[in-house]
């Protein structure tokens, strides 16, 4: 019996491939699409995922402004932040933070599915989102990814 062939295969920076993927967001349910471009962005669907390496995509997003949310969330959910100063904790629903910045409700919604380390910071960087169908990543010829097909 072999037993190299028993060997564990760590991805490290120069065995990763990184590819480009796209995803259209339109009239898609704001969670579900979330958590697929964060496995896409942790790089959970490749075979040599390793979790403390960058082995994910490079995630593209599109037509962001014209994700969904179940029920009455564009009401009734709230976003909190606070500014550090007595008194200075800050709400906004997603129909407040859609009207100032479209991409926002997206990014907010996928940052918060990736770790809270350096490698979570390093991940949110290979994540593109648009609030049109337009981007200007045509040279790294993105595969589309049909949400649909994903489990």
């Avoid at 407040?96 to 380390?117: F, N, R, Y």
Wanted: charged letters at 25%; proline letters at 5%.
């Amino acid at each position: 019996m072999d037993t190299l062939s028993y060997r564990t295969v760590s991805a490290n920076k120069e065995t990763v491939n990184k590819e480009w993927v796209i995803i259209d967001a339109e009239n898609q349910i704001l969670g579900r699409m979330s958590s697929i471009a964060a496995k896409f962005l942790r790089g959970k669907f490749k075979t040599n995922f390793t979790p403390h390496v960058d082995c994910g995509d490079n995630v593209i997003i599109i037509n962001a402004e014209k994700i969904q949310l179940t029920g009455k969330k564009w009401t009734d959910k709230e976003y909190v932040r606070h500014t550090g100063y007595p008194g200075g904790l800050r709400t906004r629903t997603p129909q407040e933070l859609m009207a100032k910045k479209p991409t926002g409700v997206v990014e907010q919604a996928i940052k918060g599915m990736l770790p809270k380390s350096r490698l979570g910071s390093q991940l949110y960087r290979n994540l593109f989102v648009y609030a049109g169908p337009e981007h200007p990543h045509e040279a790294q010829k993105p595969k589309t990814i049909d949400l649909t097909k994903i489990k």
